[in-house]
T-cell receptor, first 111, second 114 residues
Framework: GQQVMQIPQYQHVQEGEDFTTYCNSS?????IQWYKQRPGGHPVFLIQ?????EVKKQKRLTFQFGEAKKNSSLHITATQTTDVGTYFC???????????FGAGTRLAVHP | SAVISQKPSRDICQRGTSLTIQCQVD?????MFWYRQQPGQSLTLIAT?????????ESGFVIDKFPISRPNLTFSTLTVSNMSPEDSSIYLC???????????FGPGTRLTVT
């Protein structure tokens, strides 16, 4: 079945450093979404990428979708303590409505 | 956006018992999803619940263990039956949003089975 791999599992940075998490699918995706889950909270939607090679930015966050629509990345520039949490990618393929979530990358930011 | 509430928010249950989790949405939605998230892990889809039809279960999840009801377009329940400590987890319901099809998640039910 479809699998979505995500690395790294955990990243510990100093405040102000950059952070990147990578997502790779075993199949071509129709779209990919990114979610953030704060400690003790529930996943919150950040963005969806649909087009091959698409790049979207939200302030310090940059999201990319690969040309083959099988991989994606989230880059955070100059991390802040408010960025702490787990970042999940989630992909859909074919005509299915269900999302397949990656394992998540837990980000710790130290001041 | 959709506002989702879940009851209970947390519970501690004895093995062999059952717990029913309720999910209420503030708008009518076609599909509702139930996920399980074990501590420090990712989200695993248990089943998709459409109003008026039987839920569709993912591999590894069966109706006898996780019966689901979907009596109307704003409400669903998930029952965790004959619980064992391995069922200790956070159970989340979610719905698709309009347009981007992002999913909105409820706050989750933290279940501990002793």
């Amino acid at each position: 079945g479809q699998q979505v791999m995500q690395i790294p599992q955990y990243q510990h940075v100093q405040e102000g450093e950059d952070f990147t998490t990578y997502c790779n699918s075993s199949t071509t995706l129709s779209n990919i979404q990114w979610y953030k889950q704060r400690p003790g909270g529930h996943p919150v939607f950040l963005i969806q990428l649909v087009k091959s090679g698409e790049v979207k930015k939200q302030k310090r966050l940059t999201f990319q979708f690969g040309e083959a629509k099988k991989n994606s990345s989230l880059h955070i520039t100059a991390t802040q303590t408010t960025d702490v949490g787990t970042y999940f990618c989630a992909g859909r393929s074919g005509g299915y409505n269900k999302l397949i979530f990656g394992a998540g990358t837990r980000l710790a930011v130290h001041p | 956006s959709a506002v989702i509430s879940q009851k209970p928010s947390r519970d501690i249950c004895q093995r062999g018992t059952s717990l029913t989790i309720q999910c209420q949405v503030d708008s009518q939605v076609t599909m509702m999803f139930w996920y399980r998230q074990q501590p420090g892990q990712s989200l695993t889809l248990i089943a998709t619940a459409n109003q008026g039809s039987e839920a569709t279960y993912e591999s590894g999840f069966v109706i006898d263990k996780f019966p689901i009801s979907r009596p109307n377009l704003t409400f669903s329940t998930l029952t965790v039956s004959n619980m064992s400590p391995e069922d200790s987890s956070i159970y989340l319901c979610s719905v698709d949003g309009v347009g981007d099809y992002e999913q909105y998640f409820g706050p989750g039910t933290r279940l501990t089975v002793t």
